[in-house]
């Protein structure tokens, strides 16, 4: 059974949480979360809330198990921006965009969600 988690418009730019957000993909649950509690990039924070966020929907909507939770898919997709202007020489502007993204977890057990543990294993 799948389950998701998202985190919208977080004030960080997509291409810079896309590499994290692979090296999540197929993990364990727990291995998933050191990963993001003791990596240094931006994006780890926004991810690990986002994952923490999808185990408690799997443990308390769902009923299933953490220890059988793995992360099918992590998908970082680009949100709205924030146009603002910076001023330049000769009383011109520049543009700036502050780039926004959209987080979301797909967390699986394996198993589908018509199907229980032991037809999933035979």
Same mark, same amino acid.
């Given at each position: 059974m799948e389950v998701r988690a998202? =985190?919208?418009?977080?004030?960080? =730019?997509a291409s810079k949480a896309r590499p994290l957000?692979?090296?999540l993909?197929?993990?364990p649950v727990a291995e998933a979360l050191a990963l993001t509690q003791f990596s240094k990039m931006k994006a780890a924070q926004y991810l690990g809330?986002?994952?923490? =966020?999808a185990i408690a929907n799997a443990q308390n909507n769902a009923d299933l198990s953490v220890d059988?939770?793995?992360?099918?898919?992590? $998908? $970082?997709?680009e949100g709205p921006r924030m146009k603002r202007h910076w001023p330049r020489a000769r009383g011109s502007a520049s543009p700036i965009h502050k780039r926004?993204?959209?987080?979301? $977890?797909v967390l699986t057990d394996g198993v589908a969600a018509g199907e229980t543990v032991e037809q999933a294993g035979a």
């Open positions: 998202r =985190s919208r418009f977080q004030r960080l =730019s957000a692979r090296r993909r197929g993990l809330k986002a994952l923490k =966020s059988a939770l793995r992360v099918k898919d992590a $998908i $970082i997709n926004m993204c959209h987080l979301e $977890i």
